[in-house]
Nanobody
């Protein structure tokens, strides 16, 4: 099983980025997917999660209204559209997959390698 996250980069405050997480080696629509982030010196924190079908989503309060998670099961891909980015959003972003339901905890079965997002002021 492999999860590959990409799409990070350097962007100015107020800008946008779209992250992608491509999965292989698993039956993708059997897995809920989450995005997490970790800033230097801080613990990894929950950002957003999406159900297996894509019907249900849930967001951290800090990103609600700015970030949108979506998925394309035909492409084994989950996206995180990030708008109105702020310097506090600077972190390494990770995607993760777990069977059954969505979760805001770190209890996911598989993790990607992370992609760096840097927002300049």
């Amino acid at each position: 099983v492999q999860l590959q996250a990409f799409g990070g980069g350097l962007v100015q405050a107020g800008g946008s980025l779209r992250l992608s997480c491509v999965a292989s080696g698993l039956t993708f629509n059997d897995y809920a997917v989450g995005w997490f982030r970790q800033a230097p010196g801080k613990e990894r924190e929950f950002v957003a999660t999406i159900s297996r079908s894509g019907v249900n989503t849930f967001y951290a309060d800090s990103v609600k209204g700015r970030f949108t998670i979506s998925r394309d099961n035909a492409k084994n891909t989950v996206y995180l559209q990030m708008n109105s980015l702020k310097p506090v959003d600077t972190a390494v972003y990770y995607c993760a997959a777990r069977t059954t339901t969505m979760s805001v905890s770190l209890r996911y079965d598989y993790w990607g390698q992370g992609t760096q997002v840097t927002v300049s002021s």
